[in-house]
T-cell receptor, first 116, second 112 residues
Framework: AQTVTQSQPEMSVQEAETVTLSCTYD???????LFWYKQPPSRQMILVIR??????QNATENRFSVNFQKAAKSFSLKISDSQLGDTAMYFC?????????????FGAGTTVTVRA | DADVTQTPRNRITKTGKRIMLECSQT?????MYWYRQDPGLGLRLIYY???????NKGEISDGYSVSRQAQAKFSLSLESAIPNQTALYFC???????????FGPGTRLTVT
């Protein structure tokens, strides 16, 4: 399994401010996808954003954007204009392509608390 | 209605008991997965299946077994539950061309 590291167990941010979550991964693969999943207190896993490794342009989804640095094997998530509903655990995940099984390797997660 | 469902949502059982967790999907996806989530460890893959005839072990399959009864159903069994199998269990599905996985609501299992 690939190694995915999220070095920040917990983060706190004031409502309307910006927070950045870090993720690094270890792989010798060249073709892969990276994901950020959100898990609110309801515990449902929700896909936030996806990045294809072959794309140089960073993915964005509304207030969520990533900074993908392929050479550095880094994939950070920026949440802009934080809202109370963003309070959740966030997981970074790696998917190797080519094997056809599309297994996900997850990091340990970062708990984000948005303060009113 | 949810596309991926899991039953039960919560379960408390005793050490040594056999327990089955069930997953059903209406998405028509061919691939199904079972993960377990533990604090500080994220989600780890237990088993996955490409179709009813193809079952594969994940990184932590010891103590678990699975059955793919139909394309839409994938069950996880603990033959003799032990306390360190206390965790949150997720089923997920994917379709080959889509790459991303869709998760069920999870089953919280407590083994006492």
């Amino acid at each position: 399994a690939q190694t995915v590291t999220q070095s920040q167990p917990e983060m706190s941010v004031q409502e309307a401010e910006t927070v950045t979550l870090s993720c690094t991964y270890d792989t010798s693969e060249n073709n892969y996808y990276l994901f950020w999943y959100k898990q609110p207190p309801s515990r449902q896993m929700i896909l936030v954003i996806r990045q294809e490794a072959y794309k140089q342009q960073n993915a964005t989804e509304n207030r969520f954007s990533v900074n993908f640095q392929k050479a550095a094997k880094s994939f950070s998530l920026k949440i802009s204009d934080s809202q109370l509903g963003d309070t959740a655990m966030y997981f970074c995940a790696f998917m190797k392509l080519g094997s056809n099984d599309y297994k996900l390797s997850f990091g340990a997660g970062t708990t984000v608390t948005v303060r009113a | 209605d949810a596309d991926v469902t899991q039953t039960p949502r919560n379960r408390i059982t005793k050490t040594g008991k056999r327990i089955m967790l069930e997953c059903s999907q209406t998405k028509g996806h061919d691939r199904m997965y079972w993960y377990r989530q533990d604090p500080g460890l994220g989600l780890r893959l237990i088993y996955y299946s490409f179709d009813v005839k193809d079952i594969n072990k994940g990184e932590i399959s010891d103590g678990y077994s699975v059955s793919r009864q139909a394309q839409a159903k994938f069950s996880l069994s603990l033959e003799s539950a032990i306390p360190n199998q206390t965790a949150l269990y997720f089923c997920a599905t994917s379709e080959g061309g889509l790459k991303e996985q869709y998760f069920g609501p999870g089953t919280r299992l407590t083994v006492t």
